[in-house]
């Protein structure tokens, strides 16, 4: 059954305290995983996709790196407007546009 | 470019009655999915479609429906409110071909 499990559930950091954040998936021919961020009452912001294993990719103080069962959002002098809930999403097996998510990641980061 | 839009942003109903969500996608974009939020929950599948034909279903009941118009724009139907389909109504459009969806604000359904 496709799955996906993101780890920590909530995670609080002092500005400046780097950390990562995990996402495990179980899907048959991965077609993408897709990182979102989503702040209280708002709908989820596009953040990265990845295709394949070894591949990274960054935006500021994020870096969403992939192997063939987890992906990692690693977050590097985080600041307190980072604080929001990290989402980890994959396509069904099968499927296109049906994205399977996991619960989400609560990131708080304190000044 | 305008992104994904949403209405109503927010909406009150009781035990029984109908709702009728709409959403506009990115210019462009011909492929509209609908999800439910529930509160301290991923986003749920519930619809797909794509040149206005139905090309997925996620596991809700028959009460929820929905339509794909000429224009793009879609509409969630949901029959017979339940306390339980309170949640944050999300639309994501995408480029044909493309996984990458982008999602709207949400729409915000409270049932009493």
């Known amino acids: 059954e496709d799955q996906v499990t993101q780890s920590p559930e909530a995670l609080r950091l002092q500005e400046g305290e780097s950390s990562s954040l995990n996402c495990s998936y179980t899907v048959s021919g991965l077609r993408g995983l897709f990182w979102y961020r989503q702040d209280p009452g708002k709908g989820p912001e596009f953040l990265f996709t990845l295709y394949s294993a070894g591949e990274e990719k960054e935006k500021e103080r994020l870096k969403a790196t992939l192997t063939k069962k987890e992906s990692f959002l690693h977050i590097t002098a985080p600041k307190p407007e980072d604080s929001a809930n990290y989402l980890c999403?994959?396509?069904?097996?099968?499927?296109?546009?049906?994205?399977?998510f996991g619960a989400g990641t609560r990131l708080a980061v304190h000044p | 470019d305008a992104g994904v839009t949403q209405s109503p942003t927010h909406l009150i109903k009781t035990r029984g009655q109908h709702v009728t969500l709409r959403c506009s996608p990115i210019s462009g974009h011909k492929s509209v999915s609908w999800y439910q939020q529930v509160l301290g929950q991923g986003p749920q599948f519930i619809f797909q479609y794509y040149e206005k034909e139905e090309r997925g279903r996620g596991n809700f009941p028959d009460r929820f429906s929905a339509r794909q118009f000429p224009n793009y724009s879609s509409e969630l139907n949901v029959n017979a409110l339940l306390l339980g389909d309170s949640a944050l109504y999300l639309c994501?459009?995408?480029?044909?071909?493309?996984?990458?969806?982008?999602f709207g604000p949400g729409t915000r359904l409270l049932v009493l």
């Open positions: 999403a994959v396509p069904r097996s099968g499927g296109y546009n049906k994205l399977i």
């Open positions: 994501a459009s995408s480029l044909p071909g493309e996984e990458t969806q982008y």
